[in-house]
Every structure is written in C-alpha cells, then in structure tokens.
C-alpha cells in the first residue's frame, strides 16, 4: 500500500509558534513512562534562530524535563520540516541526537498542531489549552489518518488543570526517555 504524500505547514511563523504547547495525545513509545502525565514543551526563539526546546513530564509527582534546540532542516525552504538536537546528558562525551520535527498542520490562530516524522512513528497532537475540543481532535485525527498514520495507536495524555508549575520543583529528573521516545533508541 503506497503512503499519501505527507503534506507539511509553509511559512511557519516561528514567532507565532514559540511559547507553551500541551500534548494532548502521542504516540506512547515503550521507553516513555506509561504513567507521564501533563507532558508540554516550551520553545523560545534564540537569537541566532534556532530555537530552544523544554520538554517536561510528571510521573509520580517527579518531573522530568529535556532541553534541546530546534532549526529548520533546510534553511532555504519554506516547509516546516524542522530538526530538533538534544544532548544526552548521563553518556560521555556529549553527544547530539537529532530527531524530526515535522509540522504537519496548524490552525490560523497557532492554538493547535499536528507534528509527525518521516517515518510515521511519531505523532503528537499540542495545544496551547490543557484540553481540546473533541470536534478538532477528530479533525487531527483525520488528517494524520489521511497521510498515512495508524491512528489506533494515539494515547491521550493526561493534563491537570491548573497545569503544575514547572522549573522550581524539588525533584526533578533528567528525562533520558525522552531520546529514547523521540528516536526510538
């Protein structure tokens, strides 16, 4: 069965899209923490245009968070087709590990996107909300179903509201799952 041609965003706003975006659904990678919840990553444009990348988890009340940095795959075109490098901590030397970030749609007023991969094994439904309306996550679903993902395998992820506070919590732990998810090391 050949694939739709996986359609991706032009001329992305990057401005527009920095700040805080709730995962509302993934695809569960075995090495992610089945029990994480109020997963979100918050970009903030550096100065050079790349961008930087927070990704934080909670599981069991411990938060685990990754940095990384974000820069489009090819700087000459208009696709958002991104590249997003982390640097594993706990592994020496450091090493960079870089994944794709495909933004495959987002709505007018950039409060909800569909991010993919390549491979389709990867997918992640944000929102700038902790919750979404059931109306535009079926539209979501619908459009990575017609490029070719297996959408039965989208997991809900769990947001509380109001959403925890983030940086100043007591135990934090370096999320090395997230590589593992991201790639699937």
């Not at 569960?28 to 927070?54: E, K, M, W």
């Not at 997918?123 to 979404?132: E, F, K, S, Y």
């Not at 993902?149 to 959403?163: A, F, G, I, M, R």
């Not at 090395?176 to 699937?184: N, P």
Request: aromatic letters at 12%; charged letters at 25%.
């Amino acid at each position: 069965m050949s694939q739709a041609t996986m359609e991706v965003v032009k001329n992305l706003d990057i401005k527009r899209y920095m700040g805080r975006w709730y995962e509302i659904a993934s695809f569960p990678s075995r090495f992610q923490p089945r029990n994480g919840v109020n997963t979100r990553a918050t970009y903030t444009l550096n100065q050079d245009g790349t961008v930087h990348v927070l990704n934080e988890t909670w599981t069991v009340g411990k938060r685990g968070y990754i940095e990384g940095t974000a820069y489009k795959a090819d700087p000459k075109s208009d696709e958002a087709k991104l590249k997003v490098k982390f640097y594993v901590p706990p592994f020496l030397p450091i090493i960079p590990v870089v994944g794709d970030y495909w933004v495959l749609y987002i709505d007018d007023d950039y409060q909800y996107a569909l991010i993919g991969q390549p491979s389709r094994n990867y997918l992640w439904i944000l929102c700038r909300q902790t919750h979404m309306d059931d109306g535009i996550y079926n539209h979501l679903v619908q459009k990575a179903e017609a490029v070719g993902y297996d959408v039965s395998k989208l997991h809900k992820t769990e947001q509380s509201d109001p959403p925890p506070e983030g940086e100043n919590t007591s135990n934090d732990t370096k999320g090395i799952w997230w590589i593992k998810s991201l790639f699937g090391k």
